[in-house]
Each structure stands twice: as structure tokens, then as C-alpha cells.
């Protein structure tokens, strides 16, 4: 691509850095901020690098905060004792979109994945071992994807926690509701039909 | 959707703002960003504010420029006899992407276009007349949309520029390479006929 100026071509290459952004789009995206107010688009820089700068890592579950600790975490009103192991900061996010939890999360920052080079020490394990030792948690639930690496990390944080009088429990599996059951793979149709539930909970539901 | 972070929340504002991006790319967006060194993002912030602050409309052409004339219009190895007009920036782009012509451009920023409001007067029309006036232009060619917009404009150009002597084209319509001729609509098909060339203009080309 040629560009007559190095002010849009440096613009165009930054936003074809981000993910699924290719040159086309970033081209887009940029001759639309040139349209707009330059108050807009200083406004729209500032946020992003603030953004950046100013985010907390809440320091009891790792989840993205603008303090020390995360505002689900802080809440009164959420129990402690149920604590939700999730992978990253999106699938708290889809969680707390259904509004139906009312515990509060682990954020792992990963999984276990040794082709990626990611082995247990790079996850944020330790301190869920900690918060387990150190405050009353009664029931750990598994929200990890259900893969291979998903699976091994479940079974590694079962055998650190074997020890300590707390019930672990993983996210249901089987047919999406709205999904094809031809269309389901093996595993899952499988294991939805040996996880099969009474038909009260069903309805329930 | 629930965020946990007032900062992430008006990032992914900012981002859905964009055209074609929603929430849930901007989501995305924000979260790779979150990924990525401080010191990036805040380039990335930078150069977006600085793109728009500092980007210059070039005086002779009004394409974007780093300078009060583009590099274009104060290249010598350029026809300046030779003016391509175009709708806007983007188009600039893509017939330089050809690296074909070797003229210079006149950016209009738009085609009359009555029901979105767009008359004569909002069009960088006025400059181009002084152009043609002032400066030893020998040929224009309209390179717009072949639309009831980009015709209307063509149109009213030609009758503004009727009394110079100045030679005014059109870029040729027809069958683009590796359309199929079954798909072409019926105006495109009809003026590729008449409009047809001799072999040997195909053959060289």
C-alpha cells in the first residue's frame, strides 16, 4: 500500500497490529478517525493508554480492576466461600453476563499446555492453593474450557487441593441449548447421556 | 455486557465506536491490548492522536498530506497536466497502488449526491476551476463511481469546465478482468459493447 503521508501510514500499521485487523480494515478505521473531531480522537487515544496504565490485577483473584481488589470481590453481597477457577478475564465476563453467579472467581491467567510452554508455575495456582488454606472456601467450580489442556488443568488443581475439606465440582457439560443433537460430537452426546438428569431439573431449569 | 473496570469499559466504548467493530471485537481489541507492554499501547495511543492532529490537507490537490503540499503534487517527476479526480482519499490510494499513473489527483471529499445533502458547494469544485484556470492543465479525467452520483458529478464538472480548453475522460467501464460475463449487470454489459476496443488495445494490455 502507498501512502502519501507517514502520519496515516504509521496510524494504518498500528491498528493492523491488533488482532484481525488487517491492512484493508486499518485503513478504513483510520480514514473514519480522520473525519472526526480531533478532540474525538485524542479522547479515544488517551483512554486507550490510560487504560493500559492504570489497570490492577485485584490482587485476591486476578481478575482486571481499577483497585486493589476487584468490585466482585469487594462486594458484600457476593459469597466468598464459592469460588468459580476460570482460564482469563473473558470468561468472567461471560459468567457475570448471565447474572446467575454469585460467588466469586479464580482467574488462572492460562491453562496448563506444555506445547505452549505453559506449565503450572506461570498459572496463577499458588494463590488459589493460598486462598483455600486461608479463608473458608467451601466448593471450587472448574469453569475451564473442555480440552485436552483444560482437563490436565483440572486434574492438577484436584491433586493440589486434595488435601484441604473443600468440594470440587466442574461446569456441566452436554447439548447447547438451541444445539443439533446430530451435529454434537462423540464425547459430548456421550457424557451428556451418562450425566443424564431427572427430568424435574429439566424443567426446573 | 458487565465489566469489572471502568477503564476497560470505556475502551471497549471507544473502540465500538469505530465503524464495523462491536462490542464484542472491541472486547477483543481491549483485551489483546491489555496483553501487550505499556510502552506499546501508549505508541499505539500516540499515534492514532498525533495521525489526527497533525495531518495536513495538501492546498493544491486536497489530498492527505505531512506537508501545506502533498508529496504527489510537489513531485517532479509528475504530469501536472494530467489530473485525475477523484471522490476521496481512499481512491488517491488505490490508483496509486496501480502504479500506473503518473499524473496528479484532485480530491473532490465527496460527489453531489442531493439526498444526502451534498451540493456543489460542499465539494472542493471551487478549486479545481481555479486550477484549471491558473495552471497549464491539458487533461482531466473523472475517476469516480459509476453511479447517478458519480454521473451528476461528472456532469456538472464538465459544464463548469466547458469554456477552458481542457480536454476531460472518463476512466473506461466494462467487464472487470476475471468478471464473468453471465453476472455483469445489463448497463455494465451494454456499454463494454459499445464501448468495445480493438484486439490489438487487449492484446498489449
Not at 457475570?96 to 503450572?120: A, K, W
Not at 486434595?162 to 460430537?185: N, Q, S
Not at 451418562?194 to 431449569?205: A, D, G, I, T
Amino acid at each position: 500500500m502507498i501512502f502519501s503521508s507517514a502520519l496515516i501510514e504509521n496510524a494504518v500499521n498500528e491498528f493492523a497490529r491488533l488482532p484481525g485487523i488487517g491492512k484493508k480494515t486499518a485503513l478504513r478505521l483510520v480514514l473514519h478517525l480522520l473525519k472526526q473531531d480531533p478532540a474525538q480522537v485524542k479522547l479515544f487515544g488517551d483512554v486507550v493508554t490510560r487504560m493500559r496504565d492504570q489497570i490492577k490485577f485485584c490482587k485476591v483473584c486476578h481478575n482486571v480492576s481499577d483497585q486493589e481488589v476487584c468490585s466482585i470481590c469487594s462486594s458484600l453481597s457476593r459469597n466468598k466461600a464459592l469460588v468459580c477457577v476460570v482460564e482469563n478475564i473473558r470468561d468472567v465476563m461471560a459468567i457475570e453476563n448471565t447474572q446467575q453467579f454469585n460467588g466469586v472467581y479464580h482467574v488462572l491467567g492460562g491453562i496448563i499446555s506444555p506445547i505452549d510452554g505453559v506449565g503450572p508455575d506461570q498459572l496463577n495456582i499458588h494463590t488459589l492453593v493460598e486462598r483455600v488454606q486461608q479463608t473458608g472456601i467451601e466448593e471450587i467450580i472448574m469453569a475451564l474450557s473442555p480440552t485436552i489442556e483444560g482437563d490436565t488443568t483440572i486434574y492438577y488443581l484436584s491433586k493440589k487441593l486434595k488435601d484441604f475439606p473443600v468440594k470440587i465440582t466442574t461446569i456441566a457439560r452436554g447439548i447447547a441449548f438451541g444445539g443439533e443433537l446430530e451435529y454434537a460430537d462423540e464425547m459430548t452426546l456421550a457424557r451428556s447421556i451418562s450425566n443424564r438428569l431427572p427430568l424435574e431439573s429439566y424443567v426446573q431449569k
